[in-house]
């Protein structure tokens, strides 16, 4: 994908630790051990003046590509098995070939 194909747009992320129950038993959150995961508690479009208390955060660039933004253009294509098919009876009536000539 070159350049021209997509566009990117840039988030701030304000990301919170989670401590473990471990850690919050015995209040130690003084180490990486203590953190068992994180979670975002806000985002913004430039970087933020004032950012949550106990937060990182985090720039993130994303690339789209720009068909991503086009309506849906929905297209089907049907294919029926022969063996769904019912046979069409051909009537044939036969005449005298003699019959008419004089």
Not at 24 to 37: L, N, T, V, Y
């Amino acid at each position: 994908m070159t350049n021209n194909d997509a566009v990117r747009a840039t988030v701030y992320l304000q990301v919170q630790p989670e401590y473990t129950w471990a850690a919050k038993q015995h209040r130690q959150f003084d180490h990486p051990g203590a953190i068992g995961g994180a979670k975002v508690v806000g985002s913004t479009q430039g970087k933020s003046q004032k950012p949550k208390p106990g937060t990182v955060e985090v720039k993130v660039t994303i690339e789209i590509p720009k068909g991503a933004f086009l309506p849906l253009r929905p297209e089907a294509i049907v294919i029926v098995p022969e063996t769904l098919t019912a046979p069409h009876p051909v009537t044939v009536e036969a005449q005298d070939a003699n019959e008419g000539d004089a």
